[in-house]
């Protein structure tokens, strides 16, 4: 069993950054795919950004270049470095971790943009 705990949600005004950390209770080293998804209010839960066991990474088309995915492997913890937020950015934050083919999550952080 994998348990998943985000930080780092909050309020914020549109422009501006936020840092979402993620714990693991195992190494994340050993997580197949770790990532970040979110969910707009009224929205389905969307893919945000993945980080693969070897560290390879990829982002949504509508966060690139503003958001980035990382990996502490000895804290055991993934961030999401958010830049130039923006108010369609406004979802509860989700990580997740995939280890033998099972789907974990963690109960998510909000985010709000304000504009």
């Known amino acids: 069993q994998v348990q998943l705990v985000e930080s780092g949600g909050g309020l914020v005004q549109a422009g501006g950054s936020l840092r979402l950390s993620c714990a693991a209770s195992g190494s994340v080293s050993s997580f197949s795919v770790s990532g970040w998804y979110r969910q707009a209010p009224g929205k389905q839960r969307e893919l945000v950004a993945v980080?693969?066991?070897?560290?390879?990474?990829n982002v949504a088309d509508s966060v690139k270049g503003r958001f980035t995915i990382s990996r502490d492997n000895a804290k055991n913890m993934v961030f999401l470095q958010m830049n130039s937020l923006k108010s369609e950015d406004t979802a509860v934050y989700y990580c997740?971790?995939?280890?033998?083919?099972?789907?974990?999550w963690g109960k998510g952080t909000l985010v709000t943009v304000s504009s």
């Open positions: 980080i693969m066991s070897g560290g390879s990474t």
């Open positions: 997740n971790a995939m280890k033998y083919g099972t789907n974990f």
